[in-house]
């Protein structure tokens, strides 16, 4: 579970310079009795202190320290580079070709990009932490800025707030399970934005703690959320490719907004409930801006439709589902605005993308979206016939064959109702 170096953004946001700064013991105004204060996070009684003031603010806390390392940038990129942290890598594994080129012809891998070499390049350029389940220890990269500051403290509480939930709800076998693009953005989700959140929450106490102190609910967070996600947004201009951005780095920004929203409605009690089993039923739900509300819940519509019998010559090769951030960054790659495409992705109900291979080598793959309306579906098939897919929607399910032209026009089944071929 990472903590991306971007987010020295959202806690310049929070006020204050996270260089060197002296230790300042601070009263921690939701636990009264508490201090909290900038320490060298290299040292155990700074680590120690940090685990009591999480059990303070989140209410739980790790039953003991875990195994906490510090190692330089090159250390973690040969680390990195020979899969050592592999579990902290969660991306679900795309070993097919045909599924990657599937993934690539949808505009989510650059051409003669190789996925895992952008997900390798985002890790070694983007990380400060991760806390890596199956060894239950949290790895600091020393980039040459100072461990005793706000941004050291605040990443250490981030990885510590990993080690509770790993404890509390076995995040290895949670990311075992899973096994789909949708799955995983939705845990990565509630696990990261409550990280981030606690994370976010005990910079700001670092810094603005005292007598004159605004309180923390009446901070500016929608503010400060527009600014961060700005940055969201120039992250996926210069991204290698959009699928790390859509599943790697845009989890940070809806699931910490989404539980900012929990926070705001319920307190950390709130936020702690969420992985615990009160998670939304569709991750459409963190894409939603809770600063303009007027939608009710996502709902979740599985898409069942069984597979078609391929052409001669084209095996079945792999299915999953996208979700709805993946068809957001789908429609960013056709052109389509920001706003635009959070129109689909807050629509979105449900998708089942299933890829094929071929014995001449060509890309084929059929891409079906349940939207909340007809109206969403057939503007989502317009867009993707602009892109030059072959797309139909039947009702409020849009149907896109993906893939080298020839073999997809070839493409024919005896089919009625809206699990047909697109026309």
């Not at 909290?36 to 003991?64: K, P």
């Not at 973690?76 to 012809?105: G, I, K, N, Q």
């Not at 989404?258 to 939304?280: K, N, S, T």
């Not at 007809?374 to 989502?380: G, I, K, S, W």
Request: charged share 25%; net charge negative.
């Amino acid at each position: 579970m990472w903590r991306w170096l971007l987010f020295g953004t959202l806690l310049a946001c929070a006020g204050g310079d996270p260089a060197d700064e002296p230790a300042d013991l601070r009263p921690l105004p939701s636990c009264r009795q508490r201090t909290l204060a900038t320490c060298d996070i290299r040292n155990v009684a700074c680590q120690e202190a940090l685990v009591e003031i999480l059990g303070c603010v989140r209410g739980r806390t790790v039953s003991s320290l875990p195994t906490i390392e510090v190692i330089d940038l090159e250390t973690a990129r040969a680390r990195f580079e020979a899969e050592v942290a592999v579990d902290a890598m969660m991306m679900p594994p795309t070993e097919f070709a045909e599924e990657d080129a599937v993934l690539t012809a949808l505009g989510l891998i650059p051409p003669g990009v190789e996925l895992r070499d952008a997900q390798l390049e985002e890790a070694i350029a983007g990380t400060a932490a991760y806390y890596t389940p199956a060894t239950k220890v949290v790895t600091i990269i020393d980039r040459g800025r100072s461990l005793r500051s706000r941004d050291a403290v605040s990443t250490l509480v981030h990885e510590l707030v990993h080690a509770a939930q790993d404890e509390e709800s076995d995040l290895e076998s949670a990311l075992e399970d899973a096994d789909t693009w949708e799955d995983y953005f939705a845990l990565l989700a509630l696990v990261e934005g409550e990280a981030t959140f606690f994370e976010l929450e005990t910079a700001f106490w670092i810094e603005g703690a005292g007598a004159d102190a605004p309180s923390i609910d009446r901070f500016e967070w929608e503010e400060l959320f527009l600014i961060l996600d700005e940055s969201f947004q120039e992250e996926l201009a210069l991204t290698t490719a959009p699928i790390v951005w859509a599943s790697e780095i845009a989890p940070y920004l809806y699931g910490t907004r989404w539980q900012w929203d929990r926070w705001f409605g319920g307190g950390d009690a709130a936020i702690v409930a969420a992985l615990a089993g009160d998670a939304p039923a569709s991750s459409a739900e963190f894409m939603r801006d809770p600063f303009r509300p007027g939608s009710g819940p996502a709902l979740r519509v599985p898409v069942t439709c069984a597979a078609p019998e391929p052409p001669e010559g084209v095996v079945a090769a792999t299915t999953t589902e996208l979700g709805p951030a993946l068809t957001y960054t789908v429609l960013r790659a056709t052109g389509a605005s920001d706003l635009i495409a959070l129109v689909f992705a807050a629509q979105w109900q449900g998708d089942q993308l299933r890829s094929f291979g071929s014995v001449s080598g060509e890309t084929l793959g059929l891409w079906r979206v349940q939207l909340a309306t007809e109206e969403v579906a057939e503007d989502l098939a317009r867009r993707l016939r602009a892109a030059g897919h072959r797309a139909t929607a039947r009702g409020s399910l849009m149907t896109a064959a993906i893939g080298d032209a020839a073999a997809r026009d070839a493409w024919t089944w005896e089919s009625d109702g809206p699990c047909a071929p697109p026309e």
